[in-house]
């Protein structure tokens, strides 16, 4: 397993201001997701981010809005850029271990988002 | 048609209840199968986790999949007012050697003394 410390664990924004995001993990990690978990709704996966290389995005997600960063195989940031209130949304980083094809994951507590 | 349906319940039971979860899917390249668990302000947790098709048992939790029916189930025995929180299924296919999860949409339960 991972221990996965995310921060801030909330915050309320202004709309039009953004909200970086920091995940640090107690491991060293190849890839590390952002994901955002939106009131009775699915997890849906941002962004894949790899340590020296640009995000992968997944449909309708795109680096202008989200801008991730991966300086070392510990640590990312997500900015949630130019906020509105449909951002409002719980955002959650996660990193992957198991077996050889990695396919458990593991959460950080999430970063609770309003935006007003 | 969403690739992995969940009933969001919220589903309520009575303390010592046999609960059934289930999930369906679409997509049969499906091959792994779990269950996490998400406590009010806290991120998911890795519950259960199945290979394929059968039946895997940890304590009082039964996860089950039924590949030809695209079907799993999660059951929880002897329910206890801590199992309170919300379920979400999950599964994945190896694909071009990365591994993306698709989530259900969870089920809250809550177990009322």
Redesign the interface.
């Known amino acids: 397993s991972a221990v ?1 410390s ?1 921060k801030p ?1 909330r915050d309320i924004c202004q709309r039009g201001t953004s909200l970086t995001i920091q995940c640090q993990v107690d491991s060293q990690v190849t890839m590390m997701f952002w994901y955002r978990q939106q009131p ?4 849906t ?1 941002i962004a894949t981010a790899n340590q020296g290389s640009e995000a992968t995005y997944e449909s309708g997600f795109v680096i202008d809005k989200f801008p991730i960063s991966r300086p070392n195989l510990t640590f990312s940031t997500l900015t949630v850029s130019n906020m509105s209130p449909e951002d409002s949304s719980i955002y ?1 980083c ?1 990193v ?1 271990a ?1 077996t050889a ?10 970063t ?1 988002l309003s935006v007003l | 048609q969403k690739e992995v349906e969940q009933d969001p319940g919220p589903l309520s039971v009575p303390e010592g209840a046999i609960v059934s979860l289930n999930c369906t899917y679409s997509n049969s390249a499906f091959q792994y199968f779990m269950w996490y668990r998400q406590y009010s302000r806290k991120g998911p947790e890795l519950l259960m986790y199945t290979y394929s098709s059968g039946n895997k048992e940890d304590g009082r939790f039964t996860a089950q999949v039924d590949k030809s029916s695209k079907y799993i189930s999660l059951f929880i025995r002897d329910s206890q007012p801590s199992d309170s929180a919300t379920y979400l299924c999950a599964m994945s296919a190896i694909s071009g050697g990365y591994n993306k999860l698709i989530f259900g949409a969870g089920t809250r339960l809550a177990v009322h003394p």
């Open positions: 996965i995310q664990s009775g709704q699915s997890l996966l959650l996660s992957e198991g094809f990695n396919e458990k994951l593991f959460f950080g507590s999430g609770q």
